[in-house]
Each structure stands twice: as structure tokens, then as C-alpha cells.
């Protein structure tokens, strides 16, 4: 089945300091890599959409500017929280789209901790 | 705007029993349904999803009721077991967006 890695797992950064997760589809192609954020006992609430070769979509309220993504390759998309900050702390699981399988395959997930 | 409420917000069942969660949804052009397990510390898993055309699915011990009219889909979970225990997610997506609009999710015990 589809599979979607996701590094690092955990991190730890000072505050100020910018943090960088990547996402990859193994062994299926993604046009399209999706970002969530999770708060502990709290739902996954989408925060963008990583179109490969153009600019992400990002949903209202998320600061495009501290939350960059970049789509470079058909297989691998990055999100770096710029200029952390404790608030930022938070797990954040990407996904990507198998047309193939028609489902929604996530990634295992980055806990981040800002301090 | 929560477009997709899911009930009971948490859950016990004794194991062998049938657990029960339950989804609605407000927006129409909705047309893919699926349903995610999630244990702390790791990303959800696909267990089972479901198109508007079809009013059940079942894989293994899981199943899925669609009502398209009331706007309503559940999970039931056959024969629960101890294993099982973890949060369920439903979740929605359609109509222009391709991301998914989840459920606040449902923490489910199973006692053995």
C-alpha cells in the first residue's frame, strides 16, 4: 500500500529558531501533500496544501510567512516553521493522495516542542 | 463552522461488544468518506471509507453506514477488542477541497 515518510519524529528548538520537516511518498507520486496541525486531545485541523512546482494553498488564520512549504519534487514536500516560538508547539502530520488507491495516506507524524 | 460533528465525543464498550460512533456532515458536495485510527504519537490510519453511492461497507470487523438524505455515517466495530482501543476520526472530502475535514474525534476504551 501507499506510504508517506515523515522526518523527524520528534524535535526539540529554542525559541527564534526555524524548524524544517519533511514529507515523502515512497512508492507513489504526489502532486499534492497536504500539512495538518494537531493539539494534544484535539482533532487534525488542515493548515495547507503543498501543490507540486506552485505555490501551497494555505487555510484562513495560518501565517503563510512562518509556516513555509515547498513542493520541489513529484515525491518530497517540506514545511519549515520559521522563527518558533512555544505557541508553535505542536504535532504536525503531513498526508498525500494516492489516485491510485483513492485514499488519503498520513504520514507518522513531527512533535515539535519550542522552547 | 464545524462542517463535520462526530458523537460520542468518548466511549467504553466491554470487549466482544459493538462500538458505535457516529458522523454528520453539512456540506453536500462531500463525496468521500473515510475513517481514521489513531494511536498517541502516531499519524491516522485508514480503516475504512465509503463513496455517497453506496449506503454500507464493510471490511473485516468494520463497518460503515451511509445515509446520504440525513447527512449522517457511522462506524460500528464488530466483536471489539482491547486492541482497538485508540481515538476515530471521521472525516470528509469534496466539493473543491481536496484536503480533509475531520471530526473532533472520539477516544474509545475497550475493557476486557
Known amino acids: 500500500g501507499a506510504v508517506v515518510s515523515q522526518h523527524p519524529s520528534r524535535v526539540i528548538c529554542k525559541s527564534g529558531t526555524s524548524v524544517k520537516i519533511e514529507c515523502r511518498s515512497l512508492d507513489f507520486q504526489a502532486t499534492t501533500m497536504f500539512w495538518y496541525r494537531q493539539f494534544p486531545k484535539q482533532s487534525l485541523m488542515l493548515m495547507a496544501t503543498s501543490n507540486e512546482g506552485s505555490k501551497a494553498t494555505y487555510e484562513q488564520g495560518v501565517e503563510k510567512d512562518k509556516f513555509l512549504i515547498n513542493h520541489a519534487s513529484l515525491t518530497l514536500s517540506t514545511l519549515t516553521v520559521t522563527s518558533a516560538h512555544p505557541e508553535d508547539s505542536s504535532f504536525y502530520i503531513c498526508?498525500?493522495?494516492?489516485w491510485g488507491v483513492g485514499g488519503y495516506t498520513f504520514g507518522s507524524g513531527t512533535r515539535l516542542t519550542v522552547v | 463552522q464545524q462542517q463535520v460533528k462526530q458523537s460520542p465525543q468518548s466511549l467504553i464498550v466491554q470487549k466482544g461488544g459493538i462500538s458505535i460512533i457516529n458522523c454528520a456532515y453539512e456540506n453536500t458536495a462531500f463525496d468521500y468518506f473515510p475513517w481514521y485510527q489513531q494511536f498517541p504519537g502516531k499519524g491516522p490510519a485508514l480503516l475504512i471509507a465509503?463513496?455517497?453511492?453506496?449506503s454500507e461497507k464493510k471490511e473485516g470487523r468494520f463497518t460503515i453506514s451511509f445515509n446520504k438524505s440525513a447527512k449522517q455515517f457511522s462506524l460500528h466495530i464488530m466483536d471489539s477488542q482491547p486492541g482497538d482501543s485508540a481515538t476515530y476520526f471521521c472525516a470528509a472530502s469534496g466539493g473543491g477541497a481536496d484536503g480533509l475535514t475531520f471530526g473532533k474525534g472520539t477516544h474509545l476504551i475497550i475493557q476486557p
Open positions: 465509503i463513496r455517497p453511492d453506496v
Open positions: 498526508s498525500a493522495r494516492d
